[in-house]
C-alpha cells in the first residue's frame, strides 16, 4: 500500500515522494474478500446427510478444499517423516563407534605386544585376553592401563572424549563440535558450569529468588547457552525439554545397550565428576518438570547410526512430530486452528504446509464471522437462514448448468402493463405501451441537451420501465423421506433439489407460495433448515396419502394461485391416515392404502392443480402406479436420474408456471 513520507516539520510532502511495502496494520485491505462458497458446498453436503453441523466443520478442516491441504493430508506428512526417521536410523551409534575405537585400540596395542620377548608383555597380553566382554566394562578396566602403543592410546583418549562430547551434546546443543579436541582446562570448565547450574537450580527449587543469580550465571557461562534463555524458569523448561527427550532415547534402547551406556558414561573425558553432575542434573529437572514425557520410547530399525546426542535430537523431532499430529487432529476439547504451531509446522513440512494450516485457519474464522451456524433453543447448531441462501444458490446454480445442457427451453419474460417491475429500464419502442420511467428519460433529455440540441424533450430520450407477466403460483413440494431415500443415496439429492427450488421462489418468484412437505410413516410441513438437517431414521412407511393431504391444504390456503404439486418419491405407497390420525402401514400396499392415496389424487386434479411425480430408481409397481396418477390427475410422470432430479423438478416447475 502507498504510505507518503512526510518532510521535517508540519509542510506537506512533495508530490512523488512514496514508498511501497508491506500492509501490517490488519488485514489486507485490498486483498480479494475470501471466496467460501466451496465450503459451504461440502459443510452443506454433510449436513445434509445427516452430520452434526460442529462435526461438518472438523470434517472440512480435516478434508481441506479442492486447491489447499486438509489437516488429514498434513497430518499423513506428518505420520510419513516420523515413519521414516525410524526405519532409516538407529539409536546405538555411540556403542558402535566405541566398539570400533576399542577393537582398533586393542588390535594396536596386541600388535605392539607381541613385537616384544619379555615376561611383562605376556603379562600385558594376558591381562587384554581377560577383560569383559561387555564395552564399558572392557573401557572401565582399561582407564589406568599404560598403554605401549602410541595409536592405542590415542584411540582410547577417543573413546573417553567421545562418550563425554556426546553425554553433553544430549543436554547443550552444539556441544559435541564445540568440545571436539577439548583440552584439560575446556573440560574443567565444563564441569564447573554444571556445577554452578546445579547449585541454581537447587536454590530455585528451594524457592529462592534467583534473579541475580541467574544473570550472574549467564555472565559467566552464557556461551554454552545459544536459546539464550531470560529467567531461571527459561533455562529450565529448555534443559528439561532435551534431559527428557535423553531419557526416552535410552529407554529406547535394550536393556543390555542402556546398561553398556550408563557404564561408558563414569568414562567420559576421563573424569567420573562430570557424569556425576550431568546425574545431579537430570534428577533436578525431572522433579522440577513431572509432566515432561520421561517414560516413552521410540522404535528405530533402520542402518544409519545416530550418536547420542544426535538419537536425542531425534527423540526431540519425534515429540515435535507426536505434538503437531495432536494439534491437526483437533480431537481434543475446545480444539481450535489457532492452536497449531506454524513455526514447527513450517520446520517440519516446509513453507506451504505453513500457508495451508493459516488457510484453514482464516477460513474457519471467516466461516464464524459469516454466521454460517446458529444456536437454536435447544443449544444445537444449525445452518443459518444465510448459510441456507448461499447453499440454495449454489444448488441452483448447478441445475442451471444442468438446464443449459438440455433441449433448448428458456423463460420468456413479456412485458404488460399488469407485470411487476425487473428493475430493469430500456429505450421505448413503437408499441410499447409500459409506463416511462421518469428520472431516466429526464436525465436522457438533460444530457443531450447539454450536447447542444436545443429540444426540451426527444422520443429517443424517453425510457419504459420492464415488467415481467408472472401468475403467482402455490407449489407443494413433496419429497419421500422413507429409508430407502437414504440407502440408495437418494437422501443428498433430494434436498439439494429441495434447495434449488426453495431459492429459486424465493429470489426469482417472491410471489409464489412454496410448501416443502415430508413424508414417510408420517407427512409433515417442514421449513427449509428442518430439510437441510434432517436425519435419516430407520422408519418402514411411504404415505403418499398424508402428504397429498397437506398439499390439498396448502393448495386451499393460497386459492389464489395456480396450484402446482410436486412429489419426489422412489417407493409406491405403503401406509395411509385414518380418519383418527393413526397411520397405517402394510407391504404390499393394501386396498384401502392405493385407494385412500388415489382418492386424495382426484381431491388435488379436482383443484386443478399441475401434478407431476419424479419417480426414483426403477420398480415396476412403483411404475404401475404412477402411471395410474398421471391418467387419474392429468398429471405426468418423470424419471430422471439422481443427477438431473434438481434439473427435472426446476424445470417442471417453470413449465407449469408458464402453463
Known amino acids: 500500500m502507498a504510505a507518503e513520507i512526510p518532510d521535517e516539520g508540519p509542510r506537506r510532502p512533495r508530490p512523488g515522494r512514496y514508498s511501497y511495502g508491506r500492509f501490517y496494520d490488519g488485514p489486507d485491505p485490498l486483498a480479494p474478500p475470501f471466496d467460501i462458497r466451496e465450503a459451504m458446498d461440502q459443510l452443506g453436503r454433510d449436513v445434509m446427510e445427516g452430520t452434526s453441523p460442529r462435526q461438518a466443520m472438523r470434517e472440512l478442516m480435516r478434508r481441506g478444499l479442492r486447491d489447499q491441504q486438509g489437516l488429514d493430508d498434513l497430518q499423513r506428512r506428518l505420520n510419513e517423516q516420523r515413519r521414516r526417521l525410524q526405519r532409516e536410523n538407529r539409536i546405538d551409534g555411540t556403542l558402535q563407534e566405541i566398539r570400533e575405537l576399542l577393537d582398533q585400540a586393542l588390535e594396536a596395542e596386541r600388535n605392539s605386544l607381541q613385537a616384544e620377548d619379555s615376561d611383562d608383555a605376556r603379562f600385558r597380553e594376558m591381562s587384554l585376553d581377560a577383560l569383559p566382554d561387555s564395552t564399558a566394562g572392557a573401557v572401565n578396566e582399561l582407564q589406568n592401563y599404560d598403554w605401549r602403543n602410541a595409536e592405542a592410546r590415542q584411540a582410547f583418549q577417543q573413546i573417553q572424549d567421545l562418550m563425554g562430547r556426546e553425554a553433553l551434546d544430549q543436554r547443550f546443543q552444539g556441544m559435541k563440535e564445540a568440545m571436539e579436541n577439548a583440552t584439560p582446562e575446556d573440560v574443567e570448565q565444563v564441569r564447573e558450569m554444571l556445577s554452578d547450574l546445579n547449585d541454581l537450580l537447587e536454590a530455585h527449587g528451594r524457592g529462592e529468588d534467583t534473579t541475580e543469580r541467574f544473570s550472574e550465571f549467564m555472565g559467566k557461562h552464557g556461551q554454552y547457552f545459544p536459546e539464550n534463555p531470560s529467567t531461571t524458569e527459561e533455562l529450565i523448561d529448555i534443559l528439561a525439554q532435551r534431559s527428557a527427550a535423553a531419557q526416552r532415547m535410552m529407554n529406547s534402547l535394550s536393556a543390555e545397550q542402556r546398561a553398556e551406556l550408563e557404564g561408558l558414561m563414569q568414562s567420559a573425558f576421563g573424569d567420573p565428576r562430570l557424569a556425576e553432575q550431568l546425574s545431579r542434573l537430570d534428577s533436578q529437572l525431572q522433579a522440577m518438570r513431572p509432566g515432561e514425557d520421561w517414560d ?52 517440519s513440512l516446509g513453507r506451504q504446509a505453513r500457508v495451508d494450516a493459516q488457510r484453514l485457519a482464516e477460513l474457519e474464522r471467516e466461516l464464524e464471522n459469516q454466521g454460517v451456524f446458529e444456536r437454536g433453543p435447544d443449544g444445537s447448531l444449525t445452518l443459518s437462514p444465510k448459510a441456507l441462501r448461499q447453499l440454495g444458490q449454489s444448488a441452483l446454480r448447478d441445475v442451471v448448468g444442468s438446464l443449459s445442457t438440455r433441449r433448448g427451453e428458456r423463460e420468456t419474460q413479456r412485458s404488460g402493463a399488469a407485470g411487476e417491475a425487473s428493475g430493469a429500464t430500456r429505450p421505448w419502442a413503437f408499441g410499447d405501451t409500459e409506463r416511462w420511467d421518469t428520472s431516466r428519460t429526464l436525465l436522457n433529455a438533460e444530457l443531450r441537451k447539454a450536447g447542444g440540441d436545443p429540444r426540451a424533450l426527444d422520443v429517443t430520450d424517453v425510457e419504459i420501465v420492464e415488467t415481467e407477466q408472472r401468475t403467482r403460483a402455490a407449489v407443494a413440494l413433496c419429497v419421500d423421506t422413507s429409508w430407502s431415500m437414504v440407502a440408495d443415496g437418494r437422501w443428498v439429492p433430494m434436498k439439494r433439489t429441495a434447495l434449488a427450488l426453495h431459492h429459486l421462489v424465493s429470489t426469482r418468484f417472491r410471489g409464489d407460495a412454496l410448501q416443502i412437505i415430508t413424508f414417510g410413516r408420517h407427512a409433515q410441513e417442514v421449513d427449509l433448515a428442518q430439510l437441510t438437517g434432517l436425519e435419516g431414521v430407520w422408519e418402514q412407511g411411504t404415505n403418499l396419502h398424508h402428504a397429498l393431504l397437506l398439499a390439498g391444504r396448502h393448495l386451499r390456503r393460497n386459492s389464489d394461485a395456480a396450484p402446482v404439486v410436486l412429489v419426489v418419491t422412489d417407493g409406491e405407497p405403503t401406509a395411509h391416515l385414518e380418519p383418527d390420525g393413526h397411520a397405517v402401514f402394510d407391504y404390499p400396499p393394501t386396498p384401502e392404502t392405493l385407494r385412500a392415496t388415489l382418492n386424495e389424487v382426484d381431491v388435488i386434479a379436482r383443484l386443478k392443480a399441475a401434478l407431476t411425480v419424479f419417480m426414483l430408481g426403477e420398480d415396476p409397481r412403483l411404475e404401475a402406479f404412477v402411471d395410474m396418477v398421471a391418467r387419474r390427475s392429468g398429471g405426468r410422470v418423470v424419471a430422471p436420474d439422481l443427477d438431473g432430479l434438481g434439473a427435472a423438478v426446476v424445470s417442471d416447475y417453470l413449465h407449469s408456471r408458464r402453463r
Not at 523431532?317 to 514447527?344: C, H, V
Open 296 to 347: 516413552s520410547e521410540g522404535r528405530f530399525r533402520g542402518d544409519n547410526p545416530m550418536g547420542m546426542g544426535e538419537a536425542t535430537r531425534a527423540m526431540e523431532q519425534l515429540a515435535q512430530l507426536d505434538s503437531l499430529s495432536e494439534q491437526l487432529s483437533q480431537s481434543y476439547p475446545g480444539a481450535r486452528m489457532e492452536d497449531i504451531d506454524l513455526e514447527a509446522l513450517e520446520a
